[in-house]
């Protein structure tokens, strides 16, 4: 488990988290939300020990992060947004390059995954689109047999078929006793995927939730008009699509944008709500 306690963290004289305690379970695809800037990305890197809290701890599995000890990394993956690649090498090649340091890699499921996202595993990165490139890097992360993957923005250059597909593959991923955290600011590429949700702000974690949770606490609903007691409102094809308080237990299927735009418009009122 990731267990992050009373964490402080500023690159120089600029905050980034002040105070901040999360867990992160097995058995879960968690949802890093935030608007660009606020700091998911070096949420990433202190989960990973690529940087150094100042005060308070990040821990996996009772290992320190920043120490980087050699079975805390061979059991944790970190997908950058940006990754320079060996543009004259191949995936296969590639792959094969980390497999000495994760003792759990699988050639099999690394074949299979680039199968389902229709990529040559022996074609050379150069002679690759971005979007390609960026599913033979998913296709090698998920492939490694790590507990934990951190992926940072994995749908940017995907079209709308391999996010699609990128979403089965993380489906099927976390039914093997992972936990997956993936960050982005796209909420709607992540819908029906990820459970729990973090929302951050800067220096705050306004939301951590599961699903069950913020049905019971919101509705969304959609209206012939923007309601007047609606935490967030927004036109759709029909009427209005309408984030308000559930006072009475009606059940509705989350809106993943509606959420993120009802939470960062209503910060104090959605913390005392999940308080």
Known sequence: MIEIRNLDFSYKSTPVFHNISLDFKPNNIYGLLGENGVGKTTLLKLICGLQKPQSGSCMVDGSVCFNREPQFLQNIVFLPDEVVVPENDTPMKYVKSLEPFYPNYAYGTFLHLMQELGVDPERKF????????????IACALSLGTEYVLLDEPTNGLDIPSKADFRTLLSKRATE??????????????????????????DDVLLNATMEEVTRVLSFTYDSSA????????????????VCVNHDGTESKVNIEGLFNAVLRNKEKIKELFK
């Open 227 to 242: 309601l007047p007691e609606s935490l967030y409102s927004e036109p759709v094809p029909g009427g209005y699509m309408n």
């Open 177 to 202: 006793g992972s936990t997956i955290i993936i960050s982005t600011h796209q909420v709607k590429d992540v819908e029906n995927l990820i459970d729990p949700i973090i929302i951050l702000t800067h």
């Open 126 to 137: 150069r002679e690759m689109s971005f979007g390609q490139q960026k599913k033979s890097l």
